[in-house]
C-alpha cells in the first residue's frame, strides 16, 4: 500500500536523453534515502544511483557516472533520474526503490535504447 510508482519510460536512441521520475505514497515516512535499480531479463538488479533524503549525497555506478544524474523533491516525495548519453546498455526496466524502515519497490518502466 506504500509502492512507489515510476514513470517516463520510452524507447529513444542511442546518445538520446530521457527523464525517469518516482513518486512515494504520502503515507511513506522515515525515507533516508532514495535508489534506481535496473534489470533486463535473466539478470540481477543492478544499482544505479541513490540520493540521501536528509543531506542529499548522491551516489553512482560506475558506469552511469557523469551521464545520469539523481535529484529529489522532499516535499513531494518525489526523485528523478535524468539520464543522458544513453546507450543500449542502458536498456532495463528501471526500479525506483525507498529505503525507510523497510524497503518499498515500485513496479518498474522500461526504458528502451535503439542502436
Known amino acids: 500500500q506504500v509502492q512507489p510508482v515510476e514513470s517516463g519510460g520510452r524507447l529513444v536512441q542511442a546518445g538520446g536523453s530521457l527523464r525517469l521520475s518516482c513518486a512515494a505514497s504520502?503515507?511513506?515516512?522515515?525515507?533516508?534515502?532514495m535508489r534506481w535499480f535496473r534489470q533486463t531479463p535473466g539478470k540481477d538488479r543492478e544499482f544505479v544511483a541513490a540520493?540521501?533524503?536528509?543531506?542529499?549525497?548522491?551516489y553512482y555506478a560506475d558506469s552511469v557516472k557523469g551521464r545520469f544524474t539523481i535529484s529529489r523533491d522532499n516535499a513531494k516525495n518525489t526523485v528523478s533520474l535524468q539520464m543522458n548519453s544513453l546507450k543500449p546498455e542502458d536498456t532495463a526496466v528501471y526500479y525506483c526503490?525507498?529505503?525507510?524502515?523497510?524497503?518499498?519497490w515500485g513496479q518498474g518502466t522500461q526504458v528502451t535504447v535503439s542502436s
Open positions: 540520493i540521501t533524503w536528509g543531506g542529499g549525497s548522491t
Open positions: 526503490n525507498i529505503r525507510a524502515s523497510v524497503d518499498y
Open positions: 504520502e503515507r511513506t515516512s522515515g525515507i533516508y534515502a
